[in-house]
């Protein structure tokens, strides 16, 4: 397993994997704000997401990867797998960071365990890894009651422009989730902003 040394005690490195779909085409929609996650930790950890390996963009310092897939969303699985094999990541210490429809938008939920719920992006790391024992932060994207039929373009659109404020406070709330996850653990960052 790999590992970093703080002091006395051995502290594992941490992977947060931001979801999404690479290319201009789906840059600002609702699947990836997951890569505007891992985007803006990037930016405060002042890496750039700039090395390809297992089809993965990845930024690193001395305890975190961070990465966003190459792959589309529904084969999120192999950089997930990829990543263990090469770089040794116990599931308990990565974090996925994904959009979820279930959730109003705007909502936060980090879960350490689980079923995907449907989303195509879980589900294939879920089967990749062969546990359900990954840390997961939901983004919610949720349209208003009744406001859409198909949900499958809803999630390929771009925000409204009246949205686009709930959003940019939706990332930054979760970027500062992801900082307490590495900080304080699952439980306390539950506490905090599970809403």
């Known amino acids: 397993m790999t590992t970093v040394s703080n002091g006395a005690e051995e502290v594992p490195r941490r992977l947060i994997l931001g979801l999404g779909n690479p290319g201009d085409r789906y ?14 930790l990037a930016r405060r950890r002042a890496v750039e997401l700039s090395t390809l390996e297992c089809k993965t963009l990845l930024a690193a310092d001395d305890r975190l990867t961070l990465g966003v897939p190459q792959t589309y969303m529904n084969r999120s699985g192999y950089a997930a797998r990829c990543l263990v094999e090469r770089h040794g990541f116990a599931p308990a210490n990565i974090l996925i960071v994904f959009d979820e429809v279930n959730l109003p938008l705007g909502t936060l ?15 294939s790391i879920v089967q990749s890894l062969n546990t359900d024992q990954v840390p997961r932060l939901r983004l919610g994207i ?9 949900l499958v373009e809803f999630v390929l659109e771009p925000f409204e422009a009246s949205e686009r404020e709930i959003v940019e406070e939706m990332i930054d709330r979760a970027a500062d989730a992801c900082e307490s996850w590495l900080e304080h653990g699952p439980e306390q960052t539950m506490n905090r902003f599970n809403n």
Request: glycine content about 18%.
């Open 142 to 150: 949720g349209p208003e009651e009744g406001e859409t039929e198909d």
């Open 27 to 40: 840059r600002d929609t609702r699947h990836n704000v997951g890569f505007e996650v891992v985007e803006e």
């Open 109 to 123: 939920r980090l879960r350490t365990k689980g079923s995907p719920g449907g989303h195509r992006g879980l589900e």
